[in-house]
């Protein structure tokens, strides 16, 4: 950067330093409530971004609703600003309450890994929830779902800016050449006021310190007399309306809400949370004001699109440096007859397996003599069977928490999309790459990478780790972005060659389908062997208790690092067939809702059971690629017809979140309660 006067540097410096302090400021009170939350369960809540977004959602609707204006009366206006004000921290604590009493109390005492993933489908569900809002909205059209990547879907009404505009730099008379508003000064002094009374309730209120006594020692405070489910239900409800705060607070200083703000705005706030020490308050006050000073400089410095790699990055080693070697917590044990190879249940086994393939085999037929025209569609079924394959042995049997698991699928689909058109005729070779050299590359990197995340499993508990991978889901999707000349960034790569197999060309869909079948058959096949081995039965051991594994000779560390590698390969391999048989790769597929429609398939199927991981593959993958377009707009019609006018809320191609959403709370909660 070129400066004509150290005067004029200095200056940029202070404003840039303004506006890091005003964004800083609201992304910490969202950080305290975090602190507050996770302190007391020790376990993530990733809806908690859903319920700042939400909170900014009511916060404008309620301000356009009551047509407030900038030029009412002052006191008016500031009575009505305090009603909003109360409102939104009602609605942040109530929907805060309702995201524990779902997704925490049911598990408590059992698992660390089960709330994760409740909360994980709860947030998909709230994202439904602005999405449905913005049908209520003044700038919503009938029947428009505006459902093409890039487009707004969630709320997005402007309000009028109701804060002052004035400069106090110039109204003090202060000779400098900077900004700083009367809004930046409300943010600020909101969000300082808001942590004081937090650390007031906190050490002066007999609830606030039995939040405090649960955080550090939940027995002992239970021996004590402390009641530990309505403690965290105060704690919870103290924390959503520290978010509702910040969801207000947002929407004033920006004028418009954050209603797609969800997960990884709670993963930001998290990371605030754990460098200004898990619990302290005023700490995540300081470190959500560094994080948005920190912003600020990088979007100047560097690149406003590579700040949020750095930020995630950020949130990567401060997880590392905080954990030590851990527990771990396995969601559920496999099933013995998931290892058995002998015996009833194994011929049982056999018989569905052969009913399945002859099924297979005849399916293109079928399709044919049907008229269903299908055949396109289930190939795309099959990528979606191998990467449920993949994560059960991750999850199933190995007992690790991906969130990220879709980046392997991306790593592989992108690895035919740069290789693919470039290595044939005219490039470096004479002939076109053969498919199994790029499923094999693909399967290599994508493994490649699961290892990566197999290291982190030597400092990183179980939890920790899930989030970690769902950091770097979010960081590969960034950079997919970025690196738009290569990877053609938003739009994808597309028209990409036809698969070819030892030199010949697979063009036609039927070809695609039994190439696809048979890459779905090897990868069944090669899990029930590595589910049934010695490596295998390490994993399970591993998940089961890591401690009594390691006590008996087995490398913990190793085994989570080749199950990550395995699984990560098989996505890899999912990747690259999609890649080749629809001739297209986009960001969307390293998308964070892919990894969750993924992990709802294998959790349906049952962790462990590779039967369940197809059959739960082929339900999920069917309904979103089969129903929804087939029953979708028979459905929405019958329901506009019939006068009721509310079809937008049963329309099938506009609550796919809600439904994934609430399939993966549903069976996580199901498969919870079991185990």
């Known amino acids: 950067m070129h400066c004509g006067a150290q005067t004029g540097c200095a200056e940029i410096l202070l404003q840039i330093l303004i506006y890091g302090l005003s964004n800083g400021a609201a992304l910490a009170l969202m950080a305290v409530g975090v602190t507050v939350v996770y302190g007391t369960v020790r376990t993530l809540n990733l809806a908690h971004g859903d319920v700042f977004a939400l909170s900014s959602a009511l916060t404008t609707s309620l301000v356009n609703g009551l047509g407030l204006q900038p030029n009412w009366p002052p006191l008016w206006l500031l009575g009505s600003l305090v009603l909003i004000f109360a409102a939104a921290l009602a609605f942040g604590a109530l929907l805060s309450v309702g995201i524990e009493q779902a997704a925490f109390k049911p598990f408590r005492g059992r ?45 997005t009404d402007g309000i009028p800016d109701l804060l002052p505009n004035l400069n106090l ?13 009367a809004s930046d000064l409300f943010v600020i002094v909101v969000s300082a006021l808001c942590t004081l009374g937090c650390l007031w309730f906190l050490q002066r209120t007999r609830t606030g310190r039995a939040i405090r006594a649960c955080a550090q020692n939940p027995e002992m405070a239970q021996l004590c007399g402390v009641d530990l489910d309505g403690t965290i239900r105060w704690a919870f409800a103290f924390g959503g309306a520290l978010a509702g705060a910040a969801g207000f607070v947002f929407a004033l200083y920006y004028a418009r809400p954050f209603g797609q703000h969800g997960a990884q705005s709670g993963l930001l706030a998290f990371a605030a949370a754990i460098l200004g020490g898990v619990g302290n308050p005023l700490g995540a ?21 590579w700040t949020p790699v750095l930020l995630q990055l950020l949130l990567i080693a401060l997880l590392i440096a905080r954990s030590g070697a851990g527990e771990d917590d396995a969601l559920a044990v496999p099933s013995r007859e998931v290892l058995t ?16 393939l002859g099924l297979a085999l005849l399916y293109p037929v079928l399709d044919r003599a049907l008229g269903l025209q299908l055949l396109v569609i289930v190939t795309g079924l099959a990528a979606l069977v191998m990467l449920a394959l993949g994560l059960n042995l991750v999850l199933g049997i190995a007992g690790i928490l991906d969130l990220g698991f879709a980046v ?9 999309a740069l290789l693919a058109p470039h290595w044939g005729p005219g490039g470096p070779l004479s002939q076109p790459l053969d498919f199994v050299v790029l499923l094999a590359l693909g399967a290599l990197l994508a493994g490649a990478f699961g290892a990566l995340k197999g290291e982190l499993t030597r400092r990183l508990r179980a939890d920790d780790l899930a989030v970690a991978s769902l950091a770097l ?49 090897a990868l069944v096949w090669a899990s029930r062997r590595l589910i049934g081995s010695r490596l295998g039965r390490g994993w399970a051991a591993i998940a089961a208790d890591p401690l009594a594994a390691a006590s008996i000779g087995l490398n913990t560390t190793a085994g989570r690092t080749i199950a990550l590698a395995a699984g990560s390969a098989m996505a890899g391999m999912a990747g690259a067939l999609y890649a ?72 099938l191609r506009a609550t796919s979140y809600l439904n994934f959403g609430l399939a993966l709370y549903l069976t996580i909660l199901y498969r919870g309660r079991k185990s």
């Open 111 to 155: 698992s660390r890994l089960a709330p994760l993933i409740a909360t994980l489908g709860l947030s998909f569900v709230l994202y439904q929830g602005a999405l449905f809002w913005r049908t209520t909205l003044r700038s919503w059209i009938p029947g428009d779902h505006r459902s093409v990547p890039g487009l707004p879907e969630v709320p």
């Open 169 to 181: 730099i110039k109204a003090l008379g202060l000779p400098l050449h900077v900004t700083f508003r």
């Open 285 to 305: 006050l300081v470190s959500g004001v560094g994080l948005g000073v920190f912003t600020a400089y990088s979007d100047f410095f560097f690149a406003a699109q």
């Open 341 to 356: 190879t002998g015996g009833p249940a194994a011929r049982r086994d056999r018989r569905w397996w052969l009913a399945a």
């Open 408 to 416: 392997s699928y991306g790593l592989g689909g992108y690895v035919v």
């Open 473 to 521: 889901g979010f960081i590969m999707g960034q950079v997919i972005l970025n690196l738009s000349d290569f990877t053609g960034g938003v739009g994808g790569v597309a028209a990409l060659p036809a698969p070819r197999l030892l030199g010949y060309s697979l063009p036609r869909p039927v070809e695609q389908y039994y190439l696809a079948l048979a890459l779905v058959l």
């Open 580 to 651: 080749s048989t629809f001739a297209y790769v986009s960001p969307e597929m390293v998308a964070f809702h892919v990894s969750a429609m993924i992990l709802a398939m294998t959790i349906l199927g049952g962790n462990g059971s590779v039967a369940g991981a197809v059959l739960g593959a082929l339900l999920i993958g069917g309904y979103d690629r089969v129903g929804i377009p087939r029953l979708g707009p028979v459905l929405a019609q019958l329901l506009q017809g019939g006068g009721l006018g509310v079809h937008w809320v049963f329309d």
